[in-house]
């Protein structure tokens, strides 16, 4: 089976997916190194969302779904307040995506 995997390797994130041609599509492996690693993966993997979202608010919005921005927002507010050691970069978008979305609540008003 992973004889027709696509490996893609991301050396910054340092992860490893297994693309397979079957109905499930990934193959995600854990283990010694990806343990080091998976939480400060997701917390970059999370301002990216945040960035995401920032350019869909201003080139896109009519394609943001409210729903979705909430579960993304709950989700970094637990993790703050879980002290979780965020990266920088993490808290500058989500500071940033959240100074957007309340300039356009109070021009919504």
Do not use: C
Not at 29 to 52: C, I, K, M, Q
Not at 60 to 67: E, F, L, N, S
């Amino acid at each position: 089976m992973l004889e027709n995997a696509k490996q893609h390797f991301d050396k910054a994130l340092e992860g490893v997916l297994f693309r397979i041609n079957d109905t499930s599509g990934v193959r995600i492996l854990a283990g010694p190194a990806s343990v080091t690693t998976f939480r400060d993966n997701h917390y970059l993997r999370l301002a990216e969302v945040f960035y995401n979202l920032e350019w869909l608010l201003k080139n896109a919005p009519q394609t943001v779904d409210q729903a979705e921005l909430d579960v993304y927002i709950d989700h970094y507010n637990s993790l703050e307040r879980s002290d979780a050691p965020l990266p920088q970069i993490l808290r500058k978008i989500a500071k940033q995506l959240l100074e957007r979305l309340e300039g356009a609540e109070e021009q919504n008003r």
